[in-house]
């Protein structure tokens, strides 16, 4: 695969990965509550993780409407996602927390997908040398 088309799927896998943050964001925040009775997980636990997915989404929008990626910033973007999914996991194991088979569910489900697009984004990065070092 060459530089070229590396960086344009990048770039796709990255506003996707935005519009995704940005979704999960306003649903988590807007229905905090509501999710958290559904899902037998603390609505203020809800109501954080989507104030965080704002930020996270502005990144990986303006990373992924650069020419060029910065490495450094899919590292970021790759490393975050990653943290995401463990912390994810952890919130399953916590015996604080005792969530609905709909909410283990829901965890398990929105981790699969931050982890395939974490996957997508190391493999897009990683595919050709000149893109993961520039």
Known sequence: MSVAS????LKTVLVLDAATCLAFGVLLT??????GEW???PSNLLLIAGVIL???AVLMYVTGRQETPSPAL?????????GWVIASI??????AISPSLLGFGFVIVQALAVC???GLEYRMLTSTGKLATA
């Open 90 to 95: 952890a919130i399953l194991l916590l015996p």
């Open 74 to 82: 899919v590292w970021l973007i790759i490393i975050g996602n990653v």
């Open 6 to 9: 590396s960086a344009k799927l």
């Open 54 to 56: 704002f930020p996270c």
């Open 39 to 41: 899902f037998g997980l």
């Open 116 to 118: 395939l697009l974490a």
């Open 30 to 35: 807007l229905g905090a509550d509501l999710l």
